[in-house]
């Protein structure tokens, strides 16, 4: 199970932290994935992180980069996506996904809304 | 950065009718691609993976074929439920998706 949460609204220019929850597998084994849904567009991936033992390495897609990190408190079991400068483009349902164990995770997705 | 061309962009037919979706790799992915049911509200849920293989619980009339750089989606018999968009995805590196289909019912 993928729990998101933090989305909302915001400034463009402004800041915000999402955060995603996971149980029901060995989260720390896990290469998580942001993926995101603007308005009335299809699915374009957000970036990734790694597990720690294959070295916890991050990337991000074009539009993203520079301005969102990706993180993992595998204590916490939880991903983090830090957007930093939001764009009005930036406004999408955000979602956390990872395949593992031959199973398909999905969290149920968090609006963020960047509007002035 | 590996892109995907998915097509139609959208699509009306009949209940029982037969519907093949295209997606495109613009390099060799192998059968690194997944095909997605995406339907408003919800999160996209997994039909295909690995190409060609049917996700546990997936309906039979839902196929995928293809390897390399040409993939389809095949709906063998479209039923009211299968109203949603569509999307490929590669995952050879980091993930790719098509631009998707949306299926309705004509």
């Known amino acids: 199970l993928l729990v998101e949460s933090g989305g909302g609204m915001v400034k463009p220019e402004g800041s915000l932290r999402l955060s995603c929850a996971a149980s029901?597998?060995?989260?720390?084994?896990?290469?998580m994935s942001w993926v995101r849904q603007a308005p009335g567009k299809g699915l374009e991936w957000v970036g990734r992180?790694?597990?720690?033992?294959?070295?916890?390495?991050?990337n991000y897609a074009a539009p993203v980069k520079g301005r969102f990190t990706i993180s993992r408190d595998d204590s916490k079991n939880t991903l983090f996506l830090q957007m930093n400068s939001l764009k009005t483009e930036d406004t999408a349902v955000y979602y956390c996904?990872?395949?593992?164990?031959?199973?398909?995770?999905w969290g149920q997705g968090t609006l963020v809304t960047v509007s002035s | 950065d590996i892109q995907m061309t998915q097509s139609p962009p959208s699509l009306s037919a009949s209940v029982g009718d037969r519907v093949t979706i295209t997606c495109q790799a613009s390099?060799?992915?192998?059968?690194?691609l997944k095909w997605y049911q995406h339907k408003a509200g919800k999160a996209p849920k997994l039909l295909i993976y690995?190409?060609?293989n049917l996700e546990r619980g997936v309906p039979s009339r839902f196929r995928g074929s293809g390897s390399g750089t040409d993939f389809t989606l095949t709906i063998s018999s479209l039923q009211p439920e299968d109203v949603a968009t569509y999307y490929c995805?590669?995952?050879?590196?980091?993930?790719?998706f098509g631009g998707g289909t949306k299926v309705e019912i004509k």
């Open positions: 029901g597998f060995t989260f720390s084994n896990a290469w």
């Open positions: 996904t990872t395949y593992y164990g031959d199973i398909d995770y």
């Open positions: 690995r190409a060609s």
């Open positions: 390099q060799d992915i192998d059968n690194y």
């Open positions: 992180i790694k597990a720690k033992a294959d070295g916890g390495t991050t």
């Open positions: 995805q590669q995952h050879v590196d980091v993930l790719t």
